[in-house]
């Protein structure tokens, strides 16, 4: 996460918080100077049953929202300094035009800045990688074909 020119004012840590595919997670917490350095993987799974189509599988996640959050530690429950939303299937499979570097997985993307955070919005940096398998139901246990 870069933001040039901004310092903040409480040095309390933060971390990011991502909520995709209905599950949440968080990193660890860096310290409160700009850039921060997230070099984490964060790994959600899914089971969409009863989906056969995948167009209907594009459908559930246009209908579902991805949403990243970066919060300072600030006494008593954090400050939300920026967020990022946009619908899971454009986060998960954004627009080849979006992307650049190796295979088109790094993209950046402005946040959204919240009122009590100065200066101008943060830029996030980040890539995603998405594996999509068929499955068996039996005796209600999955087994990868």
């Known amino acids: ?10 040095k309390q840590e933060l971390y990011l918080s991502v909520f ?3 599950q949440y ?9 700009f850039p921060l350095f997230f070099q984490e993987r964060l790994v959600f799974e899914k ?7 995948p167009g209907d599988l594009v459908k559930l996640l246009e209908f579902d929202t991805a949403v990243l959050e ?12 920026a967020t990022y939303e946009e619908n899971t299937r454009d986060f998960l499979f954004p627009d080849p035009k979006l992307t650049h570097g190796h295979r088109g997985l790094q993209r950046e993307v402005l946040m959204k800045r ?8 943060p830029k996030l940096r ?3 990688t998405s594996l999509i398998s068929d499955s068996l139901l039996i005796l209600g246990r999955s087994h990868i074909q």
């Open 1 to 10: 996460v870069t933001c040039p020119g901004v310092q903040l004012k409480d």
């Open 20 to 22: 995709v595919l209905g």
């Open 25 to 33: 997670h968080k990193t660890e917490c860096v310290p409160a100077v």
């Open 47 to 53: 089971e969409f049953a009863n989906v056969v189509d």
């Open 70 to 81: 970066l919060i300072q530690l600030v006494p008593p429950v954090g400050k939300v300094l």
């Open 114 to 121: 919240s009122p009590s955070f100065t200066g101008i919005a």
């Open 126 to 128: 980040f890539s995603t």
